[in-house]
């Protein structure tokens, strides 16, 4: 199975601050159609995850530009560029090219 | 708008079966792959099986196979999943997301499998 890997694990970010996230996955993404299926995910406490990117960097309708995916083949980075409370929550990164898909172990931000 | 709604959860012994389903509204279930995502108390997120649109294809991860069957019915606008043989390490919330690539989830389901 392709091993997902995310740091850092917990991310304390003030409020107006930049964060970002990275994800390393054991084996390259790139699938057959020549698309890479990495895709990003929030998880507010006590709610469903909710997709905020899909395809490394393609934002999901109502997601804020704040948020943006960046990367290639195993190396993968999600931005947010000036962090708001609402913010706060598990990320996880998943790769949809290789089954079974696999999600990283979760980046939990918080806010100082 | 999108809604996916889970029902059919509970607790369960170990050795036992549930089947769970997933109400979907908002879009037309026919066009979409769809999945079954789990997430144990305080873990992280498992991909658990995925179905084509048509049925056609499904599959699962290795530590479900032959004991979980995910199936759809178009007509009916509802996903399922077949949970027979239960074990301790099966407890967790278990989410409806459409797509293969979990573009929308639902509100989740708890199975909690305990004597």
């Known amino acids: 199975d392709v091993v997902m890997t995310q740091s850092p694990l917990s991310l304390p970010v003030t409020l107006g601050q930049p964060a970002s996230i990275s994800c390393r996955s054991s084996?390259?993404?790139?699938?057959?159609?020549?698309?890479?299926?990495l895709n990003w995910f929030q998880q507010r406490p006590g709610q469903s995850p909710r997709r905020l990117i899909f395809?490394?960097?393609s934002r999901d309708s109502g997601v804020p530009d704040r948020f943006s995916g960046s990367g290639s083949g195993t190396d993968f980075t999600l931005k947010i560029s000036m962090v708001e409370a609402e913010d706060v929550g598990v990320y996880y990164c998943?790769?949809?090219?290789?089954?079974?898909?696999?999600f990283g172990q979760g980046t939990k931000l918080e806010t100082k | 708008e999108v809604q996916l709604v889970e029902s059919g959860g509970g607790l369960v012994q170990p050795g036992g079966s549930l089947r769970l389903s997933c109400a979907a509204s908002?879009?037309?279930?026919?066009?979409?792959?769809m999945s079954w995502v789990r997430q144990a108390p305080g873990k992280g997120l498992e991909c658990v099986a995925t179905i084509k649109q048509d049925g056609s294809e499904k599959y699962y991860v290795d530590s479900v196979k032959g004991r979980f069957s995910i199936s759809r019915d178009n007509a009916k606008n509802s996903l399922y999943l077949q949970m027979n043989s239960l074990r301790a390490d099966d407890t967790a919330m278990y989410y409806c997301a459409r797509g293969n690539h979990l573009g929308y989830w639902g509100q989740g389901n708890m199975v909690t499998v305990s004597s």
């Open positions: 998943m790769q949809g090219s290789h089954w079974p898909y696999t």
């Open positions: 908002g879009f037309t279930l026919s066009n979409f792959w």
């Open positions: 395809k490394v960097s």
């Open positions: 084996q390259s993404l790139v699938y057959s159609d020549g698309n890479t299926y």
